[in-house]
């Protein structure tokens, strides 16, 4: 099956030097304790960032989401946003890291003095871990695409924020593992209404007489390559609405895609077995793609 997180191995990555609390470790020796909140409870908050021919790409949207999604669960990161970033650069000079490499950026609210919820247990500084890999997207992918099937597990805000970045990931998880048993690449989630909302590792849009939709954003991770993919859409003079619509909208689209910072922007070709389309990538959703590979081209010029 394809993937939004196929990538091409890179024998480099078995080297790579992990940042964890300002120290350097080979991955072979990276480890953080187990009584780190991360771990125990994945009280946390991360973010995944592209670096593409020396630009560290929307890193400034990136941030914004770390730091707003840290203090919607009352977690002080204990760093500025450029102290974040001088790590973040200071990790890629480390690797000597110029081009297609993806980072795991992580903070977690730190060791416990018990194994327990309460954020009042807690002792000492967060725990921030950077994770840089060589990782370029697989091709084939982006021409080929994907496809998607509906899931039974909800994006449910009753029961955390769906868009916040936190690393708790159960619920994508249990999408995930639906999508699996589904035979499909990924897991199209609803929100409590019925609507349709997001997939499990990416954001969703479908394509109908020329318009492209993409859900109200209440019930769906703020992700930054949706929103970059809103804003060029608009300047380029393309009809596109943050609305709800329904399953049957989707059956019955143009053209589907989705969108996350490794994949860029995805074509869908089938969902729940309804062959989107004539079955292959669209020709607005290719003309997106030029338009995102164009946008990264001028983040690299800034």
């Given at each position: 099956m394809a993937s939004t997180h196929d990538y091409e191995i890179d024998g480099r990555n078995e080297d790579i030097m992990i940042f964890i609390n300002g120290q350097f470790f080979h991955r072979s020796d990276a480890k953080v304790s187990v009584?780190?909140?991360?771990?125990?409870?994945?009280?946390?908050?991360?973010?995944?960032?592209?670096?593409?021919?020396?630009?560290?790409?929307?890193?400034?949207?990136?941030?914004?989401?770390?730091?707003?999604?840290a203090k919607a669960i009352a977690m002080d990161i204990d760093q500025t946003k450029q102290q974040m970033e001088l790590a973040i650069r200071s990790t890629l000079e480390k690797n000597?890291?110029?081009?297609?490499v993806h980072i795991r950026l992580i903070v977690s609210r730190g060791i416990k003095i018990t194994p327990y919820q309460s954020p009042k247990v807690t002792i000492g500084k967060p725990t921030l871990v950077i994770i840089p890999e060589y990782k370029k997207a697989n091709e084939q992918v982006k021409i080929k695409g994907i496809t998607l099937g509906t899931v039974k597990t909800i994006r449910d805000n009753r029961i955390q924020d769906p868009r916040i970045n936190s690393l708790?990931?159960?619920?994508?998880?249990?999408?995930?593992?639906?999508?699996d048993k589904l035979g499909v690449d990924e897991g199209l989630m609803l929100d409590p209404q019925g609507y349709v909302s997001t997939c499990n590792s990416t954001n969703f849009f479908i394509i109908r007489d020329q318009e492209v939709w993409t859900s109200s954003g209440k019930h769906c991770l703020?992700?930054?390559?949706r929103s970059?993919?809103?804003d060029f859409s608009k300047e380029n003079d393309l009809t596109i609405f943050e609305k709800d619509f329904l399953l049957d909208d989707v059956h019955s689209a143009n053209e589907v895609f989705v969108t996350g910072t490794f994949a860029g922007?995805?074509?869908v070709i089938s969902v729940d077995g309804h062959v989107i389309g004539e079955?292959?990538?669209?020709v607005l959703t290719e003309k997106?793609?030029?338009?995102?590979?164009?946008?990264l081209e001028k983040q690299c010029k800034q």
């Open positions: 009584m780190d909140s991360g771990y125990l409870l994945g009280d946390g908050v991360w973010e995944g960032i592209r670096l593409y021919k020396g630009t560290l790409i929307h890193l400034d949207q990136h941030l914004d989401r770390l730091y707003h999604g000597r890291m110029m081009t297609d708790s990931k159960h619920n994508c998880i249990a999408a995930c593992i639906e999508a703020n992700g930054v390559t970059n993919v809103i922007i995805l074509p079955g292959i990538r669209g997106l793609q030029k338009w995102y590979a164009l946008d």
